[in-house]
């Protein structure tokens, strides 16, 4: 593919032109995937250059509190911050190994597969319902940053004075780039939102255009008693959908189509995702033991006051939580998808009397949703859903007692 076609690409099917703030981010760390194979050298050279950067900065800041801050902190809290600390740097430089080897030309032929899928289904406003989420999400993720790191920088200063804080700052710079990661994924889970939910309407379309049995007597449907009548994702363009003549597997097609886009999804994001959800939970258990440590008094803080202190760092324990938290509640929304193609296609085959075409397309992507769910996972290791939440908050709690059992 020429550069040219490729910037063609880039310009009608990445999503997240429009959305600058996220590119924006996504380039400064390294992590914007569609450039990268056509200055392979440039971008090498950029990698390398912040590798050592972030690594002299690493090395650095452990030297730093190995020899000056031996007296001042917990033992389970240096540790506790050294393994977080080295965990982050070599995270990032596996976050950038699969941005290289994901990025370029296969990253412009995943989004070539979105456009098969648009010449079938039509042209939903994805961009408009994509960015506005994105910039909500986006706001709430730099609030809730931008106050617990501003809060806890303050609160340690006030405590140690300004040169300690510094040295621990980087700490927001990583955690803003487990935002940024997160914000990307999300942007291709809304992808495929989007285009479940265009199926779904062609389905109810259909579904609404097709005869009633005899003796049908009220459309559970059409009155909306169920949850699944009222769709929020295209709402304003329900109306302007027309019966769609289903033939040669269309439906069945795009479906296909979008379940092997989870597939590049998963290899793309699922090792990160997995070392993310690792460090957010490094983070959780550490600030626990923080704040714990502070209420009782088994960490010291020279202040007058613990209040300001245990509040930051309450802070920064929800930011990873609410980061960890908005990317399960993501999937999850992409899942009813799956769930409402079932129900809405039961019940055109109860509740209506579709021709034999009609029934066989119909018939055909049940199943393929059935036997072929959209799944998002974490490297093969666990699946993004609610129970994850349940068993994430369950391993926090017990690891966060374990550490407060050498409390004096």
């Known amino acids: 593919m020429r550069v040219g076609e490729f910037n063609k690409k880039k310009e009608d099917l990445h999503t997240n032109k429009s959305f600058v703030f996220l590119n924006v981010l996504l380039k400064i ?48 809290v240096k540790i506790t911050d050294t393994v977080q600390s080295v965990y ?22 995943y989004f070539k597969q979105y456009d098969t899928i648009d010449g079938i289904i039509g042209k939903g406003n994805y961009k408009l319902t994509i ?14 940053w931008l106050t617990s790191s501003t809060c806890d920088f303050v609160a340690w200063a ?116 997995l070392l993310n959800t690792f460090s957010s939970f490094i983070d959780m258990v550490r600030f626990t033991n923080l704040t714990v440590r502070m209420i009782v008094g088994s960490q010291h803080i020279q202040y007058n006051t613990v209040y300001f202190p245990i509040a930051s760092t309450i802070s920064r324990m929800l930011t990873c939580a609410i980061i960890f938290i908005s990317l399960v509640l993501h999937c999850e929304n992409a899942y009813r998808q799956n769930e409402k193609i079932i129900l809405i296609i039961d019940h055109l085959f109860i509740n209506k009397n579709p021709g034999p075409e009609l029934r066989a397309s119909m018939s055909e992507l049940r199943d393929l949703v059935r036997s072929r769910p959209v799944n998002f996972h974490l490297a093969n ?21 374990i550490l407060l059992q050498s409390i004096n």
Request: aromatic share 14%; net charge positive.
């Open 29 to 76: 760390f390294g992590l914007k995937c569609y450039v990268h194979r056509n200055a392979s050298k440039l971008f090498l050279t950029r990698l390398l250059l912040t590798i050592i950067i972030l690594g002299a900065l690493l090395i650095f800041n452990l030297h730093y509190k190995a020899t000056n801050l031996n007296n001042i902190l917990n033992i389970s």
């Open 88 to 109: 982050d740097y070599f995270q990032y430089i596996i976050d950038l190994f699969y941005v290289y080897k994901y990025g370029g030309l296969v990253y412009c032929e």
């Open 131 to 144: 960015n506005r989420r994105l910039s909500k999400l986006s706001g709430i993720f730099v609030a809730f």
């Open 158 to 273: 006030l405590s140690f004075g300004w040169k300690t804080p510094m040295v621990y700052s980087t700490a927001y710079l990583y955690l803003l780039i487990r935002m940024v990661t997160t914000l990307d994924i999300i942007s291709h889970i809304l992808q495929i939102q989007c285009r479940m939910s265009m199926i779904y309407e062609i389905v109810h379309v259909n579904y609404v255009s097709a005869d009633n049995l005899p003796g049908t007597i009220c459309d559970s449907v059409e009155n909306k008693n169920w949850f699944y009548g009222k769709n929020n994702m295209h709402e304003a363009d329900s109306n302007k959908i027309r019966p769609v003549c289903i033939r040669d597997k269309n439906l069945s097609r795009c479906y296909l189509i979008l379940t092997e886009q989870c597939s590049y999804i998963n290899q793309m994001f699922g090792v990160r995702v």
């Open 381 to 401: 290791f666990f699946r993004l859903d609610y129970t994850l939440l349940i068993s994430t908050a369950s391993v926090v709690t017990t690891y966060s007692i």
